[in-house]
């Protein structure tokens, strides 16, 4: 199990040396000790010079560790995605209760308030594509305020303390040090909310025009799915990695 574990695993060894795959060559001896079975792996190239970044390593890491652990990460990948997806529901929840205050002339949260509505009137005057990673710098910035705002949320708070909880669990199979974390805004785990407020701040820019000037060919029947609206998003190689992950 531990040879077709490794076999199975080549590519990624062969990416994290920055060598073809076949340059490649390795040797491991197996223990098998009581609580900690394990493997020592040697790897080398015969072709290209290799190289391992410690980016390179970190992958590699998590890369078996996923692997040898998977049965006993089960929970804790059902217990994060049950977080996220009740995090993103509530998130969308909270944007529209702002708008619907904010169409009635009452509101809780000032900054929200008042970033949402600069943000309603940058949206008015852009005629790109309506997805946040198009969105230029400074409309970036506003959304990143807004979802900032909601943060502060206690109920939001609460799930995405738990859902660090659950990644940082994951993290520790095959890292000591705890990932960094960033806050709700940064994180493209959670883009979908981002997506939700440039819709919330588009909805709010629309209502404002005359109904003869909005083109109905324009307006679809239902809002994409998060799915459809992050597949939207321009991707850099990096988010490619961490899509992939």
Avoid at 150 to 164: T, V
Wanted: proline share 4%.
């Amino acid at each position: 199990a531990w040879k077709e574990l490794l076999r199975g695993q080549a590519q990624t060894l062969a990416t994290a040396m920055g060598i073809p795959l076949g340059d490649l060559r390795w040797y491991a001896a197996y223990h098998d000790e009581g609580g900690h079975p394990h493997v020592h792996l040697v790897s080398y190239s015969q072709g290209r010079k290799q190289y391992m970044t410690e980016a390179g390593l970190a992958r590699l890491k998590a890369a078996y560790a996923h692997e040898i652990f998977r049965q006993d990460l089960y929970q804790a990948y059902d217990e994060q995605t049950k977080y996220r997806d009740e995090l993103r529901r509530i998130g969308k929840e909270r944007l529209q209760e702002l708008a619907a205050q904010i169409r009635r002339g009452g509101y809780e949260n000032e900054t929200a308030e008042a970033l949402l509505l600069r943000l309603r009137d940058e949206i008015k005057d852009y005629h790109g594509k309506k997805v946040y990673g198009y969105l230029p710098a400074r409309m970036k910035n506003l959304v990143n305020g807004i979802v900032d705002e909601l943060a502060s949320d206690a109920r939001i708070k609460e799930l995405y303390e738990l859902w660090y909880g659950q990644k940082e669990e994951i993290v520790r199979t095959y890292r000591d040090a705890k990932p960094e974390r960033l806050p709700l805004s940064c994180n493209d785990e959670f883009k979908s909310i981002r997506n939700a407020v440039v819709q919330e701040a588009a909805k709010l820019s629309r209502a404002q025009e005359p109904v003869e000037d909005i083109p109905s060919e324009t307006e679809p029947d239902i809002e994409p799915s998060d799915e459809e609206i992050e597949a939207e998003e321009p991707r850099t190689p990096k988010d490619r990695w961490e899509f992939y992950q």
